[in-house]
Each structure stands twice: as structure tokens, then as C-alpha cells.
């Protein structure tokens, strides 16, 4: 059996030592490797240096002194350290700061400073809350928000339009070479406004171009690459010059001249009126006047105006009086006597104090009258009515005719009596001369039938009275029928024996 221990210079030595627990300090010399683990239920003061392959604590508490107690990662190449750096992690989420190539800490959360802080490089302001450090003088902000002010020291350009050219200290529109103080390019135009002399100062166009003044989008002066000032529009001609001074000219062109280019107008003074002012020609004994006369105002010639071929004369841009004709618009006149007329359309009432002499043909009609509805045309020899018409006497009709039917007289008023002399033919093309009532067909009266027949009807209705007349007479037979019964055809009877001669 061996020995427990060993005592060796009072010390006790053991091979093996199985302890449950120790009480008291303890001071332990040499090293001490630990093959199980560890646990310390109380604070474990390192005095040296802690070296451990994974450190894992909750909290982590350094005191103020870097150099002996925050946390370090040391390497003998930059790739040793690129990864170090702090962990926190829970469930499947976490957040790092760690050292990256470059001379970078990352992290993939944000950095969240306490109220009134900022950031800092080399112990100056970058970014604080709501500005920009001064040292801060270059972006590549493409928005920025409403700017109190704007201070640009050197060039600046605006949305590609507008350049700001610090060197020359002009602003150009369109254009990166401005040549004046303010440019304007556009349509291969530049317009500038400028001061290149002392005391002097210039508008107008840099290239070889007009300028015109324009208000309500009309041109007021233009003033032409040629020198030429124009005043007013060629399409309104409403140009109105006023000089409240001296206008002094070296050559003065009045409308005395030939042509002119700009109406005559003529004004009243405190002494005279408009009224005698207009042309005038004295080339003759008594002078040739074209002026304005009062009540009413109008224009007077003392000759004839005498308008070129095609020409017309004209009232608020409509042609009243032509070389051969007068304008639509003229519709009232006392004209006594006209021309030989091609048609002739009245719209209202008609008054012919004499006759009417037509000299077209028979199938032209020499008076037509027509309306929506109908129409009457009435020729030499006829008169020809396109739906119905009628004859009346104090509006009650004597005569009506369509195209069934042919009324003489009125059934409302029956007393009236209707006479007719000579021949009456109905449904004949001649008149038997011998008779004055020749009829082709059957005929009713007194509200009796009479027809014709060689026997009695076999058909058709009759009434008790109608008589039927014999066509074919011979001895032994019968003058007629009559019908003695009403009925189709109802029942007859003879009579009118006819003896033998």
C-alpha cells in the first residue's frame, strides 16, 4: 500500500486529493490546470492577465483605465483582427460590432446617441441633430428642403438651365457663357441685360436677332437687326405713339406723301369739328370732296364712286350692293318696277293690281301655290292638285274633290239648289243627243234602285220597291221585276204584261 502524502521541508505532499470543500484563504503557488470545471459562486480577482479560448458573461465591466481593463484583440497581421469585436445575441437575432478591412467598425444596428449629443471626428463636430458640422463643406446632396438663405461662393448650376459663373459674376439661362450680367438663350436667340460701359446700360440681343416689346401677346415696338423701330402690329394696326415733349427728326415723311403706311385720322380742336374734314382735290373749278357730314354722321362725295369689276359694296362685312345683284341681306325696298323675273318666291301676303301675263308653255304651270302638304299648279289649259281640294262660299263647301271621292254641293246645307244646263252624261264618253240625263250604269232615287236584266236578280241585296227593268222586251214577256220582299236577293214579282201586236 503507498503512502497518502509525503512530508518534505514542512510541506505536505499529495499525489491525489479529493476534496469536498475547503474553508478559509488559500494562497496557492505555481500553476494550477483545472481539467473539469470551474465554478465560482463568488467574485474571482484576477490580479494578472485572463486568457481564455471563449469568454461568455452576462455583464461586462470594465473600470476607467483602457490600457489595464477594456477589452483588446491583438494579431501580428490585420486579418487576425478583421471579426473581432463585440457580440449580443437572444433567441435567433443578435447584433454586432466587429473590426472590418480597412481600418472600419461595423455593425448591423443603428447608432442611437442620447439628446444633445453628436457625432465627432477627431474630437470636432460632423452631424448633430438638426445640422451639419462647419467643417463640413462637400456633399452630393441631390434634395435638399425650403432654404432660409443661399450663399454660393463660387459657380453654381440650377436644373441644368440656369448657370451662375462666379469668375465673370453673370448669370446665364440656357446658356453656360453668358454675355451679360444676366442671359437669356433660346431659339438660337440670346437676350441680355448688361452694363459693358461706365454709365451705360445695355437690353436688347446678343446675337443677330429682333427684339420685340410685346403685352397681351401682340408686338408693341420692335426694333429690327437692321436698326428699323416698329411700332404696333401690321395685323392690328393699333399702335398709338405719344410724345409728352420734343420730337426732333432729321427727315420728316408725312402722309402728304404717295404711300402711306398708317391711316389718316382726323381730330377735333377747341375751334373746329370732324365735321367738312376729309379729302379733298382741286384739280378742277369746283374742288372734289370726300369728307364727313352731321345729322347723320356719314360720309359724302361730291361725285360718283365708281368700284373696280367684282366688286361689291359692302354694310358690317356683308355684300349689299353687287354689279349684278343685291346682297341677301337686303330685303326690304320700294321698287315700283323690275326686270324680267326667273322665279318669283313669296313668303307672305300678295297684291296684284293688274293682270297676270304668262308666256311659258302649256306643261309649264303659270301659277304655283304649294305648302308642306299639298301643291297647285295651274297651267294654260288645266289645273292640277296634288292631294285634295275644294270650292267654298263663306267658308261652306260647294265643291269637293280627292282622289276617291267627288262632292257637289254640302249635305249640311240641302236647300241649296244646284242647276245644270245642257246634257248630262254619267260614266260615257258620249251623250245620246236625244236625252239630257245619259247614264252608263245602274241608278238609285227617292231611294229606289233601278237596274237592268233579263230575268229578275239572282244575287245581291235589294229592298222591297227596286225594280229591275227588262233588257231583252219580247211579246208574252214582262216590262220588269219588282222586289216585293227585302232580302239577297229578296223575292220579285213581274208586271207589265207585253201582248201580242
Known amino acids: 500500500m503507498s503512502k497518502p502524502f509525503d512530508i518534505q521541508n514542512d510541506k505536505v505532499i499529495i499525489s491525489t486529493l479529493n476534496l469536498q470543500s475547503l474553508e478559509g484563504t488559500i494562497t496557492h503557488t505555481g500553476s494550477l490546470e483545472v481539467l473539469g470545471n470551474t465554478k465560482f459562486r463568488s467574485n474571482l480577482n484576477v490580479v494578472g492577465t485572463l486568457t481564455a479560448g471563449t469568454l461568455q458573461v452576462d455583464n461586462l465591466i470594465v473600470n476607467n483605465n483602457p490600457l489595464q481593463t477594456s477589452a483588446s484583440w491583438s494579431g501580428t497581421s490585420e486579418n487576425e483582427v478583421v ?21 472600419k467598425l461595423w455593425s448591423n444596428a443603428d447608432f442611437d446617441l442620447a439628446a444633445g449629443q453628436t457625432y465627432k471626428i477627431d474630437d ?33 448650376s440650377v ?8 469668375a465673370l459674376c453673370r448669370l446665364g439661362i440656357n446658356t453656360e457663357q453668358p454675355n451679360g450680367i444676366l442671359s437669356v438663350a433660346e431659339n438660337n436667340v440670346e437676350f441680355i441685360i448688361a452694363a459693358p460701359n461706365y454709365g451705360v446700360a445695355t437690353v436688347g440681343t446678343y446675337t443677330n436677332s429682333d427684339v420685340s416689346i410685346i403685352t397681351d401677346n401682340t408686338p408693341r415696338v420692335t426694333v429690327k437687326n437692321t436698326g428699323e423701330v416698329i411700332f404696333g402690329s401690321a395685323l392690328t394696326n393699333s399702335a398709338i405713339v405719344t410724345i409728352n415733349g420734343t420730337l426732333n427728326v432729321t427727315t420728316l415723311l408725312s402722309d402728304t406723301r404717295v404711300d402711306t403706311y398708317s391711316p389718316i385720322e382726323f381730330k377735333p380742336s377747341d375751334n373746329n369739328s370732324i365735321y367738312g374734314l376729309g379729302l379733298v382735290w382741286k384739280d378742277t373749278t369746283i374742288p372734289t370732296r370726300f369728307v364727313l357730314q352731321p345729322n347723320p354722321d356719314r360720309l359724302f362725295s361730291t361725285i360718283s364712286i365708281d368700284l373696280d369689276a367684282n366688286q361689291s359694296y359692302y354694310i358690317n362685312e356683308q355684300p349689299v350692293l353687287s354689279k349684278s345683284g343685291l346682297g341677301t341681306t337686303v330685303v326690304d325696298s320700294n321698287l315700283t318696277s323690275v326686270g324680267t323675273l326667273n322665279s318669283l318666291l313669296v313668303s307672305g301676303n300678295s297684291d296684284v293690281g293688274g293682270a297676270i301675263t304668262s308666256r311659258t308653255s302649256v306643261l309649264t304651270p303659270l301659277l304655283k301655290v304649294s305648302n308642306n302638304n299639298s301643291s297647285i299648279d295651274l297651267t294654260s289649259d288645266r289645273l292640277n292638285i296634288s ?4 270650292i267654298s262660299v263663306a267658308f261652306d263647301n260647294l265643291f269637293y274633290a280627292d282622289a276617291m271621292n267627288i262632292s257637289l254641293g254640302n249635305k249640311l ?17 258620249s251623250i245620246d243627243p236625244s236625252v239630257s240625263l245619259d247614264v252608263s250604269g245602274s241608278v238609285r232615287f227617292s231611294g229606289k ?22 233588257q231583252t222586251p219580247v211579246p208574252g214577256s214582262y216590262i220588269g221585276w219588282v222586289c216585293i220582299a227585302d232580302g239577297g236577293p229578296g223575292q220579285w214579282a213581274p208586271f207589265g204584261s207585253i201582248s201580242q201586236q
Not at 438638426?130 to 428642403?145: A, H
Open 124 to 156: 470636432i463636430e460632423v452631424i448633430g441633430f438638426d445640422y451639419l458640422g462647419s467643417q463640413v463643406t462637400k456633399s452630393n446632396l441631390r434634395k435638399v428642403g425650403t432654404l432660409d438663405s443661399l450663399d454660393v461662393s463660387g459657380n453654381a
Open 449 to 470: 234602285k233601278f237596274i237592268t236584266g233579263n230575268s229578275s236578280p239572282a244575287q245581291g241585296s235589294f229592298a222591297k220597291g227596286d225594280i229591275c227593268w227588262n
Open 159 to 166: 436644373g441644368q438651365f440656369a448657370f451662375f459663373n462666379e
Open 413 to 429: 246645307n240641302s236647300n241649296r239648289t244646284i242647276n245644270l244646263y245642257g246634257q248630262v252624261g254619267i260614266g260615257l264618253s
Open 83 to 103: 471579426g473581432q469585436g463585440l457580440s449580443w445575441s437572444w433567441g435567433k437575432d443578435g447584433v454586432k460590432l466587429i473590426y472590418r478591412q480597412g481600418k
Open 387 to 390: 292631294k285634295n281640294f275644294a
